[in-house]
């Protein structure tokens, strides 16, 4: 008898608990039915893919307005466009007010500037920026970085110069890991066109280059030039970066466009990332002095092979002031600028 009320008792019991752990997974306890479970410290990633963080010139911190900024910006299919400047670079009458100048007078270009993120890499680019456009972002920078030297004019191949691009490419690098697929373009270069319908849909990257030469746009023998870059957003085109960034190590003292150019063919085959060209009849440039100017196509046209502030302004000036008279000749019914 006492072995039956025993064994009673004990069921009773059960009962009791597995209600009692039914109700408590019902109030989504994190722990039911008294259980415990060990959380193991978080994980250190780094956005730097394996580089240690004092490495990354960026910071982020829980005050980092970029996501919102991003979000703001983008198109329909979380693309946006960028520039990176300086306070040389934004200073009353310089090349961020030419940039912008031809956006507006551009074909249908003007509406692109509300996808158009202008990065500020010290505070009175920033300061200039937010009287100048509605969507100005300030490169954070770690205390490593702080000692350098970004608001002057950078010469080409400067210490100075080569810590900005790389800043720039892990910055590159962070929008693509928050989902957003980017143009980017360099401040020295004026838009006629919408340069995105020269570059297809399912591309990966696509490139600029300062010569264009054959007819193959997949063919990695050209050079790219990292003025004008398109990226889609992907696993693939954000691992693709961290390689890129850790390649430096084994080309210092080398800008980021020089170490893709030695690291394009094993990056792009090791992370299955489609790399193209973009022909210079639409993204013009002065160092490809053999290519004729042709309105009808041209889409931008960059101040690269051009040495020094003054002289890229004077430049620049010159082929906006053409894209005007060309428009001009076009008539009101402006038939010679479809695209």
């Given at each position: 008898?006492?072995?039956?009320?025993?064994?009673?008792?004990?069921?009773?019991?059960?009962?009791?608990?597995?209600?009692?752990?039914?109700?408590?997974?019902?109030?989504?306890?994190?722990?039911?039915?008294?259980?415990?479970?060990?959380?193991?410290?978080?994980?250190?990633?780094?956005?730097?893919?394996?580089?240690?963080?004092?490495?990354?010139?960026?910071?982020?911190?829980?005050?980092?307005?970029?996501?919102?900024?991003?979000?703001?910006?983008?198109?329909?299919?979380?693309?946006?466009?960028?520039?990176?400047?300086?306070?040389?670079?934004?200073?009353?009458?310089?090349?961020?007010?030419?940039?912008?100048?031809?956006?507006?007078?551009?074909?249908?270009?003007?509406?692109?500037?509300?996808?158009?993120?202008?990065?500020?890499?010290?505070?009175?680019?920033?300061?200039?920026?937010?009287?100048?456009?509605?969507?100005?972002?300030?490169?954070?920078?770690?205390?490593?970085?702080?000692?350098?030297?970004?608001?002057?004019?950078?010469?080409?191949?400067?210490?100075?110069?080569?810590?900005?691009?790389?800043?720039?490419?892990?910055?590159?690098?962070?929008?693509?890991?928050?989902?957003?697929?980017?143009?980017?373009?360099?401040?020295?270069?004026?838009?006629?066109?919408?340069?995105?319908l020269r570059i297809p849909v399912a591309a990966d990257m696509a490139f600029s280059c300062d010569w264009y030469s054959g007819s193959n746009p997949y063919d990695l023998?050209?050079?790219?030039?990292?003025?004008?870059?398109?990226?889609?957003?992907?696993?693939?085109?954000?691992?693709?970066?961290?390689?890129?960034?850790?390649?430096?190590?084994?080309y210092p003292g080398q800008h980021e466009q020089f170490v893709f150019d030695k690291v394009k063919r094993e990056l792009s085959a090791r992370h299955g990332v489609t790399?193209?060209?973009?022909?210079?009849?639409?993204?013009?440039?002065?160092?490809?002095?053999?290519?004729?100017?042709?309105?009808?196509?041209?889409?931008?046209?960059?101040?690269?092979?051009?040495?020094?502030?003054?002289?890229?302004?004077?430049?620049?000036?010159?082929?906006?002031?053409?894209?005007?008279?060309?428009?001009?000749?076009?008539?009101?019914?402006?038939?010679?600028?479809?695209?």
């Amino acid at each position: 008898m006492n072995t039956v009320a025993n064994l009673l008792r004990f069921l009773l019991v059960a009962a009791i608990g597995t209600v009692a752990c039914v109700v408590l997974l019902q109030q989504r306890s994190p722990f039911p039915c008294g259980g415990h479970v060990d959380v193991p410290p978080a994980a250190t990633t780094s956005r730097n893919n394996g580089t240690r963080a004092d490495d990354d010139p960026t910071t982020e911190d829980d005050g980092d307005k970029l996501p919102e900024v991003l979000r703001r910006a983008a198109m329909e299919d979380k693309t946006i466009i960028m520039t990176f400047t300086n306070e040389a670079w934004t200073a009353p009458g310089s090349l961020t007010d030419l940039f912008l100048e031809s956006f507006r007078t551009g074909v249908r270009t003007a509406p692109l500037l509300r996808h158009l993120v202008i990065v500020a890499i010290d505070a009175k680019a920033f300061e200039r920026c937010q009287h100048v456009h509605p969507l100005c972002y300030a490169l954070p920078v770690n205390q490593s970085a702080a000692a350098v030297n970004y608001a002057s004019e950078q010469r080409y191949m400067a210490r100075d110069y080569l810590d900005m691009l790389w800043r720039r490419n892990r910055f590159q690098a962070r929008v693509l890991e928050l989902g957003y697929s980017f143009v980017f373009t360099d401040v020295d270069i004026v838009w006629f066109r919408n340069p995105l319908l020269r570059i297809p849909v399912a591309a990966d990257m696509a490139f600029s280059c300062d010569w264009y030469s054959g007819s193959n746009p997949y063919d990695l023998n050209k050079r790219a030039n990292g003025g004008f870059l398109y990226v889609r957003a992907s696993a693939r085109t954000a691992a693709l970066y961290g390689g890129w960034y850790e390649s430096r190590a084994a080309y210092p003292g080398q800008h980021e466009q020089f170490v893709f150019d030695k690291v394009k063919r094993e990056l792009s085959a090791r992370h299955g990332v489609t790399v193209q060209f973009v022909d210079t009849a639409y993204l013009g440039t002065f160092c490809d002095r053999g290519k004729r100017k042709d309105w009808h196509k041209l889409c931008t046209f960059h101040a690269n092979c051009v040495i020094g502030l003054k002289a890229k302004l004077e430049k620049l000036r010159g082929v906006l002031d053409e894209w005007q008279r060309f428009k001009a000749k076009a008539g009101p019914n402006g038939t010679a600028l479809t695209d």
